[in-house]
């Protein structure tokens, strides 16, 4: 009883000032039901299992933690190389004097905010509807929250193979912004789409991301967070895979107060790929969650997750990674690995790897490890004229190499390699 208290408390502190957007009958009718599941399950405590590691508090609150702006000095926009759309929100609004064109040969691109005031669209069958599937079996408030009062976003619907990438950038410009974006992303059968996102986003910044991949489709996903030190983020992605898909999400982090990364994946088509990858780096009051739900409900399917975490000064890492073959889905092939590289004694790495499985014909395996550079390649590296700080970096690199690996793209994933090397050089020196 005492646990369904504290929920109630936190519950009635956040909700009791909603207010349900309006909009068509469609987006209506979405918002009402995820805000029933909302109060059905409450928001997250720190009792709650899959919140045990990470204090909900502030993301919760009724009101944000205020976050000083950053000041990014000559440090150039993620992906500024990349040929691609850009679509702009400040503060969880649509910036259209920022954006380029919505045109783009073989996407559909239309904002929530506007699609959401017709009575009919084809979002109608999507938005907050893997949202709601992902809410078992655990519970997942803050993306119900987002249901129901996030009031834009974008709507893409991809028919062909998409001409270029289309990029998501979240600017912060008030220290006090409560941001909530929700995506809603359909691929189309044979499509091919890849989406970029970088930027704070808010204060504090909740999303949804909701995909649905079609027979044959394929969505590649790389996402930049940082470096502004004092955001809070939450953030939820949602995809469903027909037959024959191939998905790729990769999430690179650097600072913030508090991250957490959410990804619920069902694998539902024969001979499809879900990949989900992660590098986090962070020191002082850094706290960053990974958790994953991956369920295979099909045969011949193959599922990684490669998450890694470079702490430092105190930073805690978590890692919460589960893979459910359901009876029938034969052939899986699951593979699971978090590690952390701990650069001093005071950080802290929490790993929850989890299998669960019915089918008798599978390949699983999941492992998580922590530990300090390793004395005997940083003296190989000292002892051939490598300053200490320079092997330092060139070890941390190659401890975060299989993450980046999982990106496709060789452009992005050199643009990600200059990232990396450019928190190396301002953290170590």
């Known amino acids: 009883m005492a646990v369904a208290r504290v929920r109630s408390a936190a519950s009635e502190a956040r909700l009791a000032g909603l207010v349900l957007p309006q909009g068509g009958a469609w987006l209506t009718a979405a918002r009402g039901a995820a805000l029933d599941r909302l109060t059905a399950m409450g928001l997250p405590g720190r009792r709650d299992e899959y919140w045990r590691y990470t204090d909900p508090t502030t993301l919760v609150a009724a009101d944000p933690v205020p976050a000083a702006l950053y000041d990014r000095g000559d440090e150039a926009p993620a992906f500024d190389a990349i040929d691609r759309l850009t679509l702009v929100f400040t503060d969880g609004v649509f910036d259209a ?57 974008v709507l893409i619907r991809v028919t062909g193979k998409a001409a270029k990438p289309v990029s998501l950038v979240y600017r912060h410009a008030a220290t006090s912004s409560d941001a909530v974006l929700h995506h809603c992303i359909k691929l189309e059968p044979g499509a091919d789409f890849t989406l970029l996102e970088s930027g704070p986003g808010a204060a504090r910044f909740n999303t949804v991301t909701e995909v649905e991949i079609a027979d044959g489709a394929a969505f590649h996903h790389i996402r930049t967070q940082g470096r502004d030190h004092e955001r809070r983020v939450a953030t939820h992605l949602f995809a469903r895979l027909d037959a024959n898909c191939r998905f790729k999400t990769f999430t690179l982090t650097a600072n913030g107060v508090l991250t957490r990364n959410e990804a619920v994946v069902e694998l539902l088509g024969d001979d499809s790929i879900a990949h989900i990858a992660g590098a986090a780096m962070g020191d002082g009051g850094f706290h960053h969650d990974d958790t994953v739900f991956i369920t295979h409900d099909a045969e011949r399917c193959e599922s990684r997750q490669v998450f890694k975490k470079v702490l430092r000064h105190g930073a805690q890492g978590v890692f919460q990674g589960k893979i459910l073959v359901k009876q029938g889905a034969q052939k899986t092939d699951g593979y699971q690995i978090s590690q952390s590289l701990l650069l001093d004694d005071d950080c802290q790495f929490l790993a929850k790897p989890e299998l669960e499985i019915y089918a008798d014909d599978v390949k699983c395996s999941h492992g998580s490890t922590s530990g300090a550079i390793d004395d005997t390649a940083l003296f190989y590296l000292r002892s051939r004229g490598v300053p200490e700080k ?16 999982e990106i496709e793209d060789a452009a992005i994933a050199e643009d990600i390699r200059d990232r990396l090397q450019g928190w190396l050089a301002r953290r170590m020196g």
Do not use: C, K, M
């Open 390 to 405: 320079t092997a330092q970096a060139l070890l941390v690199q190659a401890f975060l190499v299989e993450a980046i690996e």
């Open 97 to 153: 004097a920022a954006s380029d064109d919505l045109s783009l040969t073989g996407v559909e691109i239309v904002r929530l905010a506007d699609a959401g005031a017709r009575d009919i669209h084809w979002a109608r069958e999507l938005y907050g509807v893997l949202e709601a599937r992902g809410q078992s079996p655990v519970a997942r408030p803050l993306a119900a929250l987002n249901s129901a009062t996030a009031t834009d976003g």
